[in-house]
């Protein structure tokens, strides 16, 4: 589908994040409402307690070993297994491993660092007794998975997964301002960046994983949307991971907006993603596309 899919959608989801950006506890329980998905007879789900952080564990049926950590987007200030539930069972399913949710602190009540803190604990306690550890995470759950692997300090992980990563939070000159089939605007991101950090320099690689030193960068699949805000941010992401040695992967889907993966009006391109993320996966190396 290309962005024109979006037009009858794409006033309804700015509303939406200008409410992330104005008034986020609000926008929770409107977005938890709005997203509320039935679980599959094959994923067995569970609540649990992690290294003090409350998650949710899905068991695929046929499951292998090793387990993958999904740490959810929204902003840093909404976000639950409501809201990216569907996207969560499609992916355990699909790469046939026990999966971990973390309900991670929020803000405004929980600034930065609270929910890196959160997440760094879960996937530090799973890394020390049930690896491998695939981590995963959407728009700021994958600048909070990157914060949590330089947080690891050489520990090993089987790889990363980073769907429309949002890794630059100064919202400088990485943001496309000429994306009008796209959602998001800079405005907003700057309110969310500015509300998260409280006062910390948004250039700290453990809040901006853009200025942060990638070698050693575990094998990492990235995808991002042709039509997304961030999509220079992420090419340059993606550029800067293989040339400090990384084995990095680029799924980009034309014609598609921010985190294309959770809206429902983009089935077919989120099949095709998950597709390529079954294959790259099991493959050996990864291809430099």
């Known amino acids: 589908m290309s962005s024109d899919g979006l037009h009858p959608w794409l006033g309804l989801l700015r509303q939406q994040n200008q409410l992330v950006a104005d008034e986020p506890v609000k926008a929770r329980a409107v977005l938890d409402q709005l997203s509320r998905s039935r679980a599959w007879p094959n994923v067995t789900e569970r609540d649990a307690t992690i290294a003090g952080v409350r998650c949710r564990v899905l068991e695929p049926e046929g ?42 602190r929020l803000a405004p009540e929980h600034p930065f660092p609270a929910g ?76 969310v960046s500015s509300s998260y950090l409280s006062g910390a320099d948004p250039m700290n690689p453990l809040a901006s994983p853009a200025f942060a030193g990638l070698h050693g960068l575990p094998r990492t699949f990235v995808a991002s949307g042709g039509d997304e805000v961030l999509r220079e941010e992420i090419a340059a ?44 996966r099991t493959s050996p190396t990864s291809p430099t596309r």
């Not at 695939?134 to 728009?139: I, P, V």
């Open 63 to 104: 499951a292998g070993p090793g387990v993958v950590v999904y740490v959810h987007g929204g902003g840093f200030h909404v976000g639950s297994f409501a809201t990216h539930g569907a996207l969560v069972r499609t992916l355990a399913s699909a790469l046939q491993r026990r999966t971990v949710f973390p309900e991670y």
């Open 116 to 191: 890196l803190d959160d997440v760094s604990a879960v996937l530090g306690h799973l890394t020390a007794v049930e690896p491998p550890v695939l981590l995963a995470g959407d728009s700021a759950g994958a600048n909070l998975s990157l914060g949590a692997w330089q947080r690891l300090e050489g520990r090993p992980l089987e790889g990363l997964v980073l769907l429309s990563p949002w890794v630059d939070l100064s919202c400088r000159d990485s943001v496309h301002v000429d994306a009008p089939f796209d959602y998001l605007e800079k405005g907003g991101l700057l309110r």
């Open 237 to 280: 992401f993606v550029a800067k991971g293989r040339a400090a040695g990384g084995d990095v992967t680029h799924h980009l889907e034309p014609g598609v907006p921010h985190a294309y993966a959770l809206l429902p009006m983009f089935g077919p391109a989120r099949r095709r993603l998950v597709q390529a993320l079954t294959r790259w």
